[in-house]
């Protein structure tokens, strides 16, 4: 596989049921929509996979206003990345 494409900040990633896992390695078991802030880094002893850090859809809207940085922090699996950059 070649290099990891460059995300840039406030892509929306669509990210599909098995294709990833959280900050404990508990593989998603629904389809995650995520607004990156930052992707790159790979979780130890999870080849393959990347990290990617963002907010939820929702964090836009008035009523949520996140204040934090990131919110969400998800291991990806470098072939799903791909695929959700390229829709």
């Given amino acids: ?3 990891l494409p460059a995300v840039p900040p ?3 990633l669509s990210l599909p049921a098995g294709e990833w896992a959280t900050d404990g390695n508990v593989v998603g078991v629904t389809q995650l929509d995520v ?3 930052r992707v790159g880094g790979s ?3 999870m ?3 990347i ?3 963002g907010h939820n ?3 836009r809207w008035p009523s949520v206003a996140c204040a934090r940085d990131w919110c969400v922090k998800v291991a990806v699996r470098a072939e799903a990345l791909y ?3 390229a829709r």
Avoid: F, H, I, N
Wanted: charged share 30%; proline share 4%.
């Fill in 83 to 85: 695929d959700a950059l």
């Fill in 35 to 37: 607004r990156t802030v």
């Fill in 43 to 45: 979780p130890e002893g």
């Fill in 10 to 12: 406030d892509t929306k």
């Fill in 57 to 59: 859809l929702e964090c």
């Fill in 51 to 53: 990290w990617v850090r």
């Fill in 47 to 49: 080849a393959g996979w």
């Fill in 1 to 3: 596989m070649s290099a």
